[in-house]
């Protein structure tokens, strides 16, 4: 494999985080009973870590896009985590970034805003910079689906723009 691959594949286990720890994160006793509702990022309050993974294309060139994230969920309007794109075609593009998510409004259905930093790789390595906006739909208090369009911006590619699109993004409590 080239360097580039093993690069990706660090950069991936580095983002989704320690799969041995995935299981330890646990509810307080005192929140089991109390009817919160903490779905997929779109739920209720905060202090939830949301797992999620989503599949589209990108646009700009034409691949197929898979799209993990790790986060946690700060309030019910904020959460932060870590985010990989992946955009299989005869090249690969990698992204992993640091990223924030902004969910407006307190219905079942939130709009989206989305912004990341990080690191692009694709032939070389270089920043990444990302903008979505997109709309989750909470099915329960653990689940939610939703869509994005993003916005990424690297230095490194050919033409330095990049459109990428989940067309569904599923979260769930972890």
Partial sequence: MSTRWWIGIVLFCIAIGNPANAGTVRRPAEHR??????????????????AGIGA???????????????????????????????????DVIFTGSLYLRFMLGSQRIKPVLEGALGLAVAGSAGIHIMAGLGVDYRI???????????????????????????????????
Avoid: C
Wanted: glycine share 18%.
């Fill in 140 to 174: 329960d208090s653990g689940i939610s689906l939703g869509t994005v369009i993003r916005a990424n911006f690297m230095p490194i590619t050919s033409d330095s723009f990049m459109v990428s699109w989940p067309l569904l993004f599923a979260r769930f409590n972890i």
């Fill in 33 to 50: 009973h109390q009817g919160h509702s903490h779905g997929g990022g779109g739920g209720g309050g905060g202090g939830r870590w949301v």
């Fill in 56 to 90: 589209g294309l990108t646009i700009s060139e034409t691949s197929f896009l898979v799209s993990p994230a790790l986060e946690y969920v700060k309030s019910s309007h904020f959460s932060y985590g870590a985010l990989v794109q992946l955009g299989l075609a005869s």
